[in-house]
């Protein structure tokens, strides 16, 4: 997926998932790598790719450690670039929330700057359980307010593709109450900063990349919230707890 807006029928370059030839997500394959490293994925792992975009991470996975990806986007248009991309690999194209596959079938799950732009993220991340193997690891990268007391005016702009953005505690919360036990979180908020950059200078406008528009006063509204508060970037791997796996109590 992007940090851009999202339609059924992608009229839009920014739509597809990409940014010329690169993925549109900040630290683009070089990230998707650090994931796969910290999730431990080897060659022969089943791994899903959720919110795949035009298939950049897959085709990277595919290439370099070999593995069987399985890609998935709500977005027709994202799926048929996908498959374009990778005319072998599996693409399914479905609902984050309701995922088509088995209980326990994927050894990793990487949603790469998706989380914040699905419908429903609780019922997302508890499909993500559901179809993880025992040992399996959740890798998330997305955006999250490092000053979460301006969340609620981004909130409260739904044309904002921001405006799902993550708040720290108010995810790892939600993971815990799914199942999950956080590994590691690091701050690429140096990766997105960058990213603003570059698309600055090729666009000139910052507005397009939070709203998809280049004017108006919802672009204005996003532009200013969006200062507010301070995003960054994380990449986060999660596992499945002990006592989650054994029938325990979720909090």
Known sequence: ????????????????????????????????????????????????????????GALFLCQALDVDVILVDLSPLACELSMRRQPDAGVVCASASSLPFAS?????????????????????????????????????????ARNPEAIATLR????????????????????ARQGFEIEVWEDHSRLLAEFVARFMMEHGSIERLWTGETNGEVARQASRAMKDVRPGYFLLIARKRIAALNGGVQP
């Open 104 to 144: 326990s079938s994927m050894d990793a799950v990487i949603a790469e700057c998706v989380l914040s732009v699905v419908a429903n993220p609780e019922c997302a991340l508890a499909e993500c359980f559901r179809v993880l193997g025992e040992h399996g690891r959740l890798a998330i990268t997305d955006m999250y």
């Open 1 to 56: 997926m992007t940090l851009t807006c999202s339609s059924p029928d992608g009229r839009s370059a920014y739509h597809s998932g990409q940014w010329g030839s690169d993925p549109l997500r900040p630290g683009g394959t070089e990230l998707t790598a650090r994931a796969a490293e910290l999730c431990g994925i080897r060659p022969g792992d089943r791994v899903l790719d959720l919110g795949c975009g035009c298939g950049h």
């Open 156 to 175: 409260a702009l739904p044309q904002a593709c921001a405006a799902g953005m993550m708040v720290r505690a108010e995810l790892e919360t939600e993971l």
